[in-house]
């Protein structure tokens, strides 16, 4: 499946060959003009720099997509227009919650992004409990 426009277009690819999870896409393909927009590691931090959500992934999930989204409405990008989340999570803290909010952020929209999902074993700061980098493309 691609998105495509009259000058630019996204490929999303699931070879054969390779595991297919509804999750993820495996091999996303750009070509021709396109508008690359690239979102630095956001964590639960506010509007005013307050943490949000201390001990809860669920609630820091929630404000690191908030963060997201804004930083993809500056760059003129909205979330389908992501090809590729990196996810940095505190070893120890239960994926599930975190994932709810991904599942329920995400929707139905297809063509899911290629992920890369990591543990760590700290942050920036040691109340951070989950860190997301996008890179968004837009056809032009």
Avoid: C
């Avoid at 994926?95 to 909010?101: F, N, S, Y």
Wanted: glycine share 10%.
């Amino acid at each position: 499946m691609a998105n495509t426009s009259e000058h630019g277009a996204v490929q999303y690819l699931n070879p054969d060959t390779l595991h297919k999870n509804p999750a993820f896409t495996n091999v996303i393909v750009v070509t021709g003009p396109v508008r690359t927009v690239y979102i630095g590691g956001q964590d639960a931090v506010d509007a005013t720099g307050a943490i949000v959500g201390k001990g809860d992934i669920r609630a820091q999930t929630e404000q690191v997509f908030q963060n997201v989204q804004a930083a993809l409405a500056a760059g003129g990008a909205q979330l389908e227009h992501v090809i590729k989340w990196n996810i940095y999570v505190v070893h120890g803290q239960p994926l599930q919650p975190g994932l709810e909010v991904f599942q329920r952020v995400w929707g139905s929209r297809p063509n899911p992004p290629a992920i890369t999902g990591v543990f760590v074993t700290a942050l920036a700061h040691p109340d951070f409990l989950v860190e997301m980098e996008a890179i968004a493309v837009v056809p032009l």
